[in-house]
């Protein structure tokens, strides 16, 4: 590597010489300019082929995904024409339509909440088309307020006053939480007399010496028969809590709590023959057959008051009967005791010649 002169050096140097080296020094200098300016160049077109690269294989991701959606949509679609405008052999059942609904209607959610992730930018924003609503008053409120940082004035004038608020309001869900009931009956006995030891009676439980109360025999039977959610189901939602409940210990449940409800069961249906007027209809459903491996046909028979159309005093309810089929002896023993007007459908056991009431109407 040549050696660098010095000052002194140069300044011995005829001047021709001084600024032949002046002119090389100032190439020099723009050439490294111009190798660095290159430089950058290349390197902000590196980075722009690897984000282009990037953005690409985002585009073909997105493109893919956006398919797979189109073609779950248009199968959604396809069930959903099936099951309304179908052969009569075609057509789903309600429950299954339902279900169906909700597929559809989650996945539209979900493309619209996606399309609107990728619109934020935008200054403008579309009002959003869900059905809100109004929420109920009778549900609690809970207010949390918040406050600005500092309400001091930033012109120096001094703390500043509240002229208004703006109060938004969102559905919210405390999670069911599993408690223990400890119940403590203390004894008590005299310290100078053997007259014996006092303590309060044991309060009376539904199932006497059982580990529920009623309230959580009430959830399990609303879950099982209200929410359609099989005994099993709920057992796996007691492990998640850390409580193991077998299946046939919730069915425990059930049965005893079928045995004390009967009584109102039949009080109800009491009350609802003395009306002047009543709906009645069967349906079909199947029931197991112990030993057989299989199924079998059962009805459920609904006996039903709601005088609401015609602004009726009495209240609306109604009563099930099971039967092991959907002869017209199984009315007359349900209709032991009516004597008013029954409104049923054509169905033929309805008629029978010994019935004490007057049918009216049909329901399709």
């Known amino acids: 590597m040549p050696e660098t002169l010095t000052a002194s050096e140069l300044a011995g140097?005829?001047?021709?010489?001084?600024?032949?080296?002046?002119?090389?020094?100032?190439?020099?200098?723009?050439?490294?300019?111009?190798?660095?300016?290159h430089e950058q160049k290349?390197?902000?077109?590196?980075?722009?082929?690897a984000a282009a690269e990037e953005s690409a294989a985002a585009i073909a991701d997105e493109i893919g995904e956006i398919k797979a959606r189109n073609e779950r949509l248009e199968y959604l679609v396809k069930e959903l024409r099936r099951a309304l405008y179908g052969k009569k052999s075609e057509r789903l059942d309600?429950?299954?339509?339902?279900?169906?609904?909700?597929?559809?209607?989650?996945?539209?959610?979900?493309?619209?909440?996606?399309?609107?992730?990728?619109?934020?930018?935008?200054?403008?924003r579309e009002p959003s088309r869900r059905n809100i609503g109004r929420l109920p008053d009778h549900l609690e409120r809970i207010e949390r307020v918040i406050e600005p940082e500092s309400l001091q004035c930033p012109c120096g004038c001094g703390e500043m006053v509240r002229i208004g608020e703006d109060r938004t309001e969102r559905l919210d869900c405390v999670p069911a939480k599993l408690r223990v009931i400890v119940t403590v009956r203390p004894k008590y006995a005299c310290?100078?007399?053997?007259?014996?030891?006092?303590?309060?009676?044991?309060p009376a439980h539904l199932i006497e010496s059982g580990l529920p109360t009623e309230a959580l025999i009430a959830q399990v039977l609303v879950s099982k028969y209200g929410d359609h959610l099989p005994l099993y189901r709920q057992a796996q939602i007691f492990a998640r809590s850390g409580v193991q409940l077998d299946r046939s210990t919730l069915a425990g449940w059930s049965g005893a709590a079928g045995y004390h409800l009967a009584p109102l069961v039949r009080r109800l249906a009491e009350i609802l023959k003395t009306s002047g007027h009543l709906f009645m209809d069967e349906t079909r459903c199947p029931v197991l057959d112990p030993g057989q491996g299989r199924t079998k046909s059962g009805y459920l028979w609904a006996l039903a008051r709601d005088e609401r159309g015609w602004g009726g005093t009495?209240?609306?309810?109604v009563v099930y009967f099971y039967a092991d089929g959907r002869g017209g002896k199984h009315?007359?023993?349900?209709?032991?005791?009516?004597?008013?007007?029954?409104?049923?459908?054509?169905?033929?056991g309805y008629c029978s010649p010994s019935a004490t009431v007057r049918q009216i109407g049909q329901i399709a």
């Open 191 to 202: 310290r100078t007399c053997e007259a014996g030891v006092t303590q309060a009676p044991a």
């Open 13 to 37: 140097l005829p001047p021709k010489v001084r600024a032949v080296l002046a002119a090389q020094a100032e190439l020099i200098e723009a050439r490294a300019e111009q190798i660095a300016a």
């Open 331 to 348: 009315a007359e023993a349900f209709l032991n005791g009516f004597t008013g007007t029954l409104q049923v459908d054509a169905y033929a």
């Open 94 to 124: 309600p429950d299954q339509l339902d279900l169906l609904l909700e597929d559809l209607e989650t996945a539209v959610a979900q493309a619209e909440e996606e399309s609107e992730a990728r619109s934020r930018g935008r200054s403008a």
């Open 42 to 49: 290349a390197a902000a077109a590196e980075k722009k082929a």
């Open 314 to 317: 009495g209240p609306p309810g």
